[in-house]
């Protein structure tokens, strides 16, 4: 039987505590769904939801969820009475390392989140979105997934995962209507991304977006999710690629030159 389409529709957000997932879960509530924020962590997550609710009283709900365990999604999937938006958008880049240096067990981490989170999650929550009459899943992938980069290779490996993941699921999914967007950020300045890639090193993180002339911000990245998701269900965009106009390539990215002078 289908979802009942006079009930607040539901979306479940994953990586929801911080960054991207956060500004996600904020802006869905905005456009009246009730969210669920999932993550490792309850505090972010507790955090995010009371922020939530203070604006738009009752639409935000914290449930702790690992992508990398079996138990944990079916455990958090299980409390859901519906889903009618999946926003996969757990995941993050661990390294810059060269092929010839990577740390595999990074790798395997990256790939974990990325790509098996992505597809764990989705098993779970495919059949309540079955029944869903405006049934969406938007996988949060990066311009990583369709460009590589040196020292990127372990986290373009992972993205380029989710990319066909979006890819294969579309074509399996021909004929019912569920939506499914693959969406590619590019730079997004978020407190936690580079600081986690570089291993908590502030200086190095801080470095990745000196001089950048306005790089995205997860809020940015959240409006793209809302204008996927707020389109006739008859409409699907199968990719959104989104950059900040100083990044013409993730490796051709504009940074104003530094004034030695006015430093003096």
């Not at 992508?67 to 757990?90: H, Q, W």
């Not at 998701?229 to 008859?234: A, I």
Request: glycine share 10%; proline share 5%.
């Amino acid at each position: 039987m289908s979802a009942d389409e006079t009930s607040d529709p539901i979306a479940l957000v994953t990586g929801g505590g911080t960054g991207i997932g956060a500004a996600t879960a904020r802006r869905l509530a905005a456009d009246g769904f009730k969210v669920v924020i999932t993550g490792r962590r309850r505090e972010p997550l507790e955090e995010t939801a009371t922020a939530i609710n203070v604006d738009h009283p009752g639409s935000a709900s914290a449930v702790v969820m690992d992508v990398t365990s079996d138990e944990s999604v079916r455990a958090a999937v299980s409390t859901l009475p519906r889903c009618d938006v999946l926003v996969n958008n757990a995941g993050g880049a661990l390294g810059v390392s060269r092929v010839e240096d990577g740390d595999l067990e990074e790798w395997r981490q990256m790939y974990e989140s990325n790509v098996l989170g992505t597809v764990r999650v989705t098993q779970a929550v495919l059949p309540l979105l079955r029944r869903s009459p405006r049934a969406t899943i938007v996988n949060v992938s990066s311009i990583a997934g369709e460009l590589v980069y040196e020292g990127g290779a372990g986290y373009t490996s992972a993205k380029h995962g989710t990319s066909v993941v979006s890819q294969t699921l579309r074509l399996e999914l021909n004929g019912e209507h569920v939506r499914v967007t693959d969406l590619r950020p590019g730079m997004v300045h978020t407190e936690g991304f580079s600081l986690t890639r570089l291993h908590g090193d502030q200086a190095a993180a801080d470095k990745v977006y000196e001089g950048v002339d306005r790089p995205l911000v997860a809020a940015d990245v959240a409006e793209c999710v809302a204008f996927v998701v707020g389109l006739p269900q008859h409409v699907n965009i199968d990719v959104l690629t989104v950059k900040p106009v100083a990044q013409a390539a993730p490796h051709k990215l504009h940074r104003a030159p530094i004034d030695w002078k006015s430093e003096a």
